[in-house]
């Protein structure tokens, strides 16, 4: 499939979202509201649940199924409130210990005066400094959309996994045509300009793993809960000075070349 396809495949109408993932990899799931600042922000859901047994935190993008509760959650865009609330959730987790599971599906935060009143840019700037010192382990997996800063709020993990018709990108690709050739119409070059696939960045090293995409979700659903649990076992077994060192080389290995 070309970069094209692969992004029309992440905005499908009949695509899982976030909320579908948690209520089919976990079980107990007490969803938690608020950021104890503003209020709670419904394009970002969380709370505890447990994972084949094991505590975990889970956050998510959620977009919403529906006219109504699309337009209730904002299409999954978050506003500060939302990252907060994570944030919030992600800390409680280093508390207690917990595992924490990130699934990002955005086109990119909300960028509307209410979100840029209230911090959207320093909220999500917040988010990416204390997760790459969270002292518990942290996967994220990219679902759907990852545009830009909306989807990084919630990716700075130990490991990041995609769908193999996700996508994640710095812009969108009408962004990018409307910057770069003034003409939006050009969105499927901009696409494969942008390397946006998960094909793209594995091959660059950006993620470290692909998830197949049967047309049977719950074979994705069954293959992610067990992926994610051992994963997570083995991440829990380093110690925190280790498991924090893996993660900020992780990031700073990102965009260099390889040595020959």
């Not at 979202?17 to 948690?22: A, F, N, P």
């Not at 709670?40 to 529906?66: F, S, W």
């Not at 924490?100 to 209410?114: M, N, P, R």
């Not at 998830?211 to 293959?223: D, L, M, Q, S």
Request: include cysteine; charged fraction near 30%.
């Amino acid at each position: 499939m070309e970069a094209y396809e692969r992004l029309a495949a992440s905005r499908a109408k009949n695509r899982p979202t976030g909320m579908s993932y948690i209520h089919n990899i976990f079980t107990d799931f007490l969803e938690m509201h608020g950021d104890r600042r503003f209020g709670d922000d419904k394009a970002v859901v969380g709370g505890i649940a447990r994972l084949c047994g094991m505590p975990v935190t889970v956050i998510a993008h959620e977009k919403g199924v529906g006219t109504k509760e699309k337009i209730s959650r904002n299409f999954g865009s978050a506003h500060p409130e939302g990252y907060r609330k994570a944030l919030r959730l992600m800390k409680q987790a280093e508390k207690f210990k917990r595992p924490v599971v990130c699934f990002v599906d955005t086109a990119g935060a909300f960028c509307g005066i209410s979100a840029e009143e209230r911090g959207e840019g320093e909220a999500i700037a917040e988010n990416l400094k204390e997760m790459i010192t969270l002292k518990t382990p942290i996967l994220s997996v990219f679902i759907g959309e990852g545009g830009s800063g909306g989807a990084l709020g919630l990716a700075v993990a130990d490991e990041v996994w995609m769908l193999e018709n996700a996508y994640y990108s710095v812009i969108s690709p009408e962004g990018c045509a409307s910057i770069l050739w003034k003409d939006s119409s050009k969105v499927k070059e901009a696409a494969e300009c942008l390397k946006l696939t998960a094909d793209d960045l594995f091959r660059m090293k950006v993620i470290e793993r692909i998830i197949p995409e049967p047309e049977n979700f719950g074979e994705v659903y069954e293959n992610l809960q067990s992926e994610l649990y051992h994963t997570l076992l083995l991440k829990e077994a380093l110690k925190p000075e280790d498991m924090l060192q893996q993660r900020y080389d992780r990031f700073r290995r990102l965009g260099v070349p390889a040595q020959k």
